[in-house]
């Protein structure tokens, strides 16, 4: 979507990364990083003062000890730290577990391990599951769960409840938790976000995979890192190392930088990005596209099924040649073909003024 946004010069609101500078502190500490010749491999499971960084950051935030030796391994952003792990974790004919709509990579990254993927529903308008489709997909060839939490593509931020309903599950099937955090930081309307390796008994069955990308805005970085029991990290640095080897080490020492920001810096981002979700919202509202609000990342699925469109592409193709705006189709989200159809995905990791000429364009949508 973002070639065909780039050929057709539409407004992209399809792929995930901000439009707007990286903070000016971290592109310093990066620059002075370079300059300083931190500029040939790190330590394959990262380098020891990002890796105190982050554990530090944990025990800021969630009151949670991680040991930097054995329980942390820095890898090329959360998109290596979810194969990686998944590798490391699971074997060919294994079940894993992934709520539906899901992050597009974590389809993939189940057949590249082998195993076989369960869907289980998460339904509009709210996203909930039902908690008993949850459990009938729970067997006992399960390996793990994968979570994001607060998701891509819906929005959704799993409640406590939910989370220990899911907690549970993993508990009495013996299986993993591999959780995608990477939108953290990213919540609205006071939503908390839970790690659910906090949850009881959930400590040393969960792999939590974050990364630079969404909270310090620097998708390019390519800087992320995993969180696991030692024995799980044992197996997950194996896999990276062979994988990648590691991440840009002058990036990692601009990392300790961002890590050590303080609460005022995600106080803000979360502001940041309420005011777009608020404007995205009402555009598409305005629109008759009916939305679903958002209570974290920085996505709005959209319903399109009362625009008279074949499917989601062809709204979608619509949307980029004509009306000059891109979106991505829901469709991309389901593994089931035709499901999602009804649905489109707008980002709003934008500057104000994009978001502005996106809602000038989109108005045309009515006429059209
Ligand atoms: C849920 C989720 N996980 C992972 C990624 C990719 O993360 P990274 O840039 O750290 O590889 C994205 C990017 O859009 C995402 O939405």
Redesign the pocket.
Known sequence: MTRLALRSGAVNLAQ?YPDFPAPAVLKKAAAEAVDADVNQYAITWGAKPFRDAIAAKYKRTYGMEFDPEREVTVCC???EGMIASMLAVLDPGDEVVLFEPF?E?YGPDTQLCGAVARYVQLRAPDWSFDPDELRRAFTSRTKAIIL?TPN?PTGKVFTRQELEYIAGLCQEFDTLAIS?E?YEHILYDGARHIPILSLPGMRDRSILVN?M?KTYSV?GW?V?WVLAPPDLTDSIRKVHDFLTVGAASPLQQAGVTALGLGDEYYHDLAQHYSTRRDHIVETLNSTGLRCFRPGGAYYVMADISGFGFDNDLSFVRHMIEIIGVAAVPGSSFYAQPGAGTQYVRFCFCKKYETLEEARRLIQKLKAS
């Open positions: 995930g952003g959360a998109t992050y990579n994001n891509n995608d990477i990364s990308s998708t390519r992320g």
